[in-house]
């Protein structure tokens, strides 16, 4: 019996996989509970269809996430801060802090996007950030005084 998966199946396959199973485990175990369906040309068309659609999604989030790289890694932020006597910096620069200052500039990003810990130096940093579709951008940080 061919088969297509609707859901992922443990030792089996992913879903919109095509499959060979024997008769009994198709009927009374894949299709009773709603895992599977038998393949036929509607649904093979259909899975066509909803493949062709994630593709082209995927190819939309792809190209917005490489804009949003190019943005970013086109940017230089420079954060004021203060410093003491000695020149070293009053506390330090947070992930939150760069997070409010990317916002100005009309970026939006999560927390756990940011790959960095507090910068406690003056000077230049780089920062690395995590996108969607496993696409990473470097965010250059000048620290000032």
Request: net charge positive; aromatic share 2%.
């Amino acid at each position: 019996m061919r088969i297509i998966l609707l859901k992922d199946v443990p030792d089996l396959g992913k879903k919109g996989d095509i499959k060979d199973v024997s008769d009994g485990y198709g009927r009374n175990f894949l299709i009773r509970n709603k895992l599977v369906e038998i393949l036929t040309p509607q649904v093979a068309r259909k899975l066509e269809i909803e493949r062709e659609k994630e593709e082209r999604t995927t190819a939309t989030l792809k190209s917005q996430t490489l804009a949003l790289k190019e943005k970013i890694e086109k940017l230089k932020l420079v954060l004021k801060t203060k410093i003491g006597k000695s020149g070293q910096i009053f506390g330090s620069v947070t992930p939150t802090k760069i997070l409010a200052e990317l916002e100005k500039n009309g970026i939006k990003l999560e927390k756990d996007q940011l790959l960095s810990k507090s910068i406690k130096t003056l000077g230049e940093s780089k920062i690395k950030i995590k996108l969607p579709q496993g696409i990473d951008a470097e965010l250059q940080i000048i620290i000032e005084s």
